[in-house]
């Protein structure tokens, strides 16, 4: 069964950063292209980043780049998102899974909590 476990939120000023990661189990990792999303109350759930399955191609929402790095770590069945020079409107729920398999939209994991003040 897919296991999505994101971990690393909190709270953080303004201009601060922080790192989220995601480890996977019950999938073939290695072989998934994978995303960060995130979600406010009242609004739909949003891609703000992919990557691809070795890494040599993401993708960013535009509200996020320049400021929002993602990777991975196959060896890990972990992805990462590096969250710079962050503002209040990155507060969000985040969460991870895979933009290309549908399958795998049943199984969100809990997210985790990035909460920025001003």
């Known amino acids: 069964q897919v296991q999505l476990v994101e971990s690393g939120g909190g709270l953080v000023q303004a201009g601060g950063s922080l790192r989220l990661s995601c480890a996977a189990s019950?999938?073939?990792?290695?072989?998934?292209?994978m995303g960060w999303y995130r979600q406010v109350p009242g609004k739909q759930r949003e891609l703000v980043a992919s990557i691809s399955v070795g890494g040599g191609s993401t993708y960013y929402a535009e509200s996020v780049q320049g400021r929002f790095t993602i990777s991975r770590d196959n060896g890990k069945n972990t992805v990462y998102l590096q969250m710079d020079s962050l503002k209040p409107e990155d507060t969000a729920v985040y969460y991870c899974?895979?933009?290309?398999?549908?399958?795998?939209?049943?199984?969100w994991g809990q997210g985790t909590q990035v909460t920025v003040s001003s």
């Open positions: 899974n895979s933009p290309s398999r549908r399958d795998f939209w049943a199984y």
């Open positions: 019950g999938i073939d990792f290695s072989i998934n292209i």
